[in-house]
């Protein structure tokens, strides 16, 4: 591997993060709450320090090329450089003093999970809350992308580095070159985010709420300004805004492309999307009658509940209206169930994804179907599409992964002391890049008493959750570092 190559882009990316941190450097100035300091010690050292890497590994001619393994090198280790640097502000402002405390905040941010270690929100500065808003949202569709499309100065070919971003089953390629495509992703996801922003200001929100929580659900991230969540608002109006674009969010944004450009036969014929709006249908329908026969009687409160919890935790962003640890058991399974599958691939969420879901059902039918007709050619189908046994054995692979760290990591935190809903919830919540779970990290509570090595096992399984697995694990793999 070219090391030369890997600092300069790294360095890019580090420099192109301290940019980012003259908004919330503005936001408090504006405010004037004393935590300007902290943005501006941040950015210093962030942009000096990435562009320190920057010129001096600058190849010669201005353009290079990558290999796959330098793609997903660069991948994973600018997530964790971008979460080392924006854990800075909440170590200068000393909100969160402790490395490992900011790191996992930052961590949270930018994989958009949404778990949090602080206590007060409500009384941090407005910079520190829109630090925290902007992370997720640079998180949601990804900082690696927003720098190739943002970055075309860097002269890379940019393919290794979208496909170790978005490791999906099956991509769609909008444009036929990636920066295109990145730059196209960006437009949507900005032009819904300004709708969003300008339906929330019409519910009674104040610009600087309505900015962070635009940015928080466009990511399916889930940060909120107040430690109630959106519950803060008591709005059974912006409660609907906000389940509207979080189910938005978590739709492929391929589709939303497919949508503004006119092309409503993709949509119509996407199975994921009919699969995806299956399971909230029925999720919210059986969570209704759960909640209408245990705890809510008022005409259409349940419904309320039920629908903004359900699409809050499918889509992974982990917004919360009622805390849930307190629901009836069927409504905590359907809960947990959904923590498993989250979003369209393609999509701001997380967890194992619909798509994947989907081509493991139907194999699985097309098994039962063969013990029945065991002469019959049969063959895994997406749309008209044949899915490759080759690509059903890394979807395979994936879940089998994704499964394996569960639990090795939830038997990690029983290790550290803690009993076995909040160990296996708190993994669950933070692979699937959910947030709240169940227990002691319920959307009451926060992670501020997990461990400090507990705290560690988190920040990995949300690194690993955001980048699909195998980024990460492949980094772990001898062979990866042989030539």
């Known amino acids: ?42 950015i210093a050292i962030t942009s000096c320090i990435g562009g320190l890497f920057y010129f001096l590994f600058r190849p010669v001619n201005g353009k290079i090329s990558l290999t796959h393994k330098e793609g997903f090198l660069i991948v994973a ?78 002269g890379v070919g940019g393919m290794q580095l979208y496909k170790a971003e978005l490791p999906s089953p099956v991509k769609d390629k909008l444009t036929p070159r990636v920066v295109e495509t990145a730059r196209t992703l960006w437009i949507v996801y900005i032009i819904i985010s300004i709708v969003e922003f300008i339906m929330l200001l019409t519910g009674g929100m104040d610009v600087f709420n309505a900015i962070c929580h635009t940015f928080t659900t466009m990511a399916t991230g889930g940060f909120s300004t107040s430690d109630a969540s959106i519950a803060h608002f008591n709005s059974a109006y912006i409660d609907g805004i906000i389940t509207f674009f979080m189910l938005v969010a978590g739709i492929n944004f391929t589709l939303h492309y497919s949508l503004i450009t006119g092309n409503f036969k993709a949509i119509f014929k996407n199975s994921e999307l009919r699969l995806y709006l299956g399971i909230i249908l029925t999720a919210v329908i059986i969570t209704t009658i759960s909640l209408k026969q245990n705890l809510f009687y008022e005409t259409g409160e349940y419904l309320r509940y039920a629908s903004f919890q359900v699409v809050s935790i499918l889509t992974t962003t982990g ?140 920040s990995f399984c949300m690194l690993a959750g955001r980048l699909e697995i195998y980024t990460v694990i492949i980094l772990l793999i001898p062979e990866f570092w042989k030539r």
């Open 1 to 42: 591997m070219n090391t030369r190559n890997i600092l300069y882009i790294l360095g890019a990316l580090i420099f192109f993060l301290g940019l980012t941190m003259f908004f919330p450097l503005f936001c408090s100035l504006y405010y004037n709450e004393g935590d300007s300091n902290a943005f501006v010690y941040s």
């Open 319 to 458: 917004f919360t209206t009622a805390n849930f640890d307190n629901w009836p058991s069927l409504s905590k399974i359907i809960l947990l169930i959904l923590m498993f599958i989250g979003g369209s691939a393609g999509s701001t969420g997380g967890g194992i994804k619909c798509l994947r879901i989907l081509l493991i059902l139907k194999y699985i039918y097309k098994e039962l179907y063969r013990l029945v007709h065991p002469r019959a050619v049969t063959a895994v189908k997406l749309g008209k599409r044949i899915v490759y046994p080759e690509t059903m054995a890394s979807i395979w692979g994936f879940f089998m992964l994704y499964l394996m760290m569960t639990v090795v990591a939830s038997i990690i935190l029983t290790m550290l002391g803690l009993d076995m809903m909040t160990a296996f919830s708190s993994v669950v919540a933070t692979i699937g890049n959910v947030g709240p779970g169940f227990g002691a990290v319920n959307s009451s509570a926060t992670y501020s008493e997990i461990p400090y090595l507990g705290k560690w096992v988190l």
């Open 77 to 154: 280790t600018g997530w964790f450089l971008a979460a080392a640097f924006g854990s800075l502000p909440y170590m200068i402002q000393g909100v969160l003093p402790q490395f490992g405390d900011a790191f996992f905040e930052s961590i949270s941010g930018f994989t958009t999970t949404g778990a949090t270690v602080i206590t007060n929100i409500g009384n941090l500065p407005h910079g520190i809350l829109f630090w925290r808003s902007l992370t997720q949202w640079l998180g949601g569709m990804g900082i690696i992308i927003l720098s190739i499309a943002i970055l075309p100065l860097l």
